[in-house]
């Protein structure tokens, strides 16, 4: 019995659209959030972005949960939307690159326990909470067009 777990092939593009504000955001999140202290970068309404005081970033903000699930679903999209020719052989790709993606990832983050502490380290684990899609959707990209201009070498 087969399981249709993927998306439709047009979420694919609703994604690659979404993740270029949802990215950038979610960039300027991290690096806006001062972690000294644990106090949060109060950002006021004359910010770059102009967005209202509650679209700062930190406590009380909505900002940085917005760029989070936002950044979330498009990469799920991206990654997760089946291909205008899914067959079996592109599901063992998309497979295989999650596989590879999680076990880079996890070593990855084992490293950084081991060598990054304190405040810092949430940083870490903020990316890391994405870069598993990331890797996945890279890595299920290369090699589909390694399997593709094979197979059009083939013919």
Do not use: H
Request: proline fraction near 3%.
């Amino acid at each position: 019995m087969e399981m249709n777990y993927l998306f439709p092939a047009i979420c694919k593009k609703i994604g690659w659209i979404l993740l270029i504000p949802f990215g950038l955001l979610s960039i300027y999140c991290l690096f806006e959030f001062n972690y000294e202290g644990m106090n949060p970068v109060q950002v006021s309404s004359k910010a770059i972005l102009f967005l209202p005081k509650f679209l700062g970033v930190g406590a009380g903000s909505a900002l940085d949960e917005i760029a989070t699930i936002g950044l979330a679903i498009s990469l799920l999209l991206v990654g997760f939307s089946k291909e205008k020719d899914e067959d079996e052989c592109i599901a063992k790709i998309r497979m295989n690159s999650l596989v590879w993606a999680i076990l880079v990832n996890y070593l990855l983050l084992i490293l950084a326990t081991l060598f990054i502490y304190e405040v810092a380290y949430l940083s870490v684990a903020f990316v890391g909470m994405f870069t598993v899609l990331i890797f996945f959707i890279a890595k299920y990209k290369w090699e589909l067009n390694r399997f593709r201009k094979n197979t059009l070498e083939d013919e």
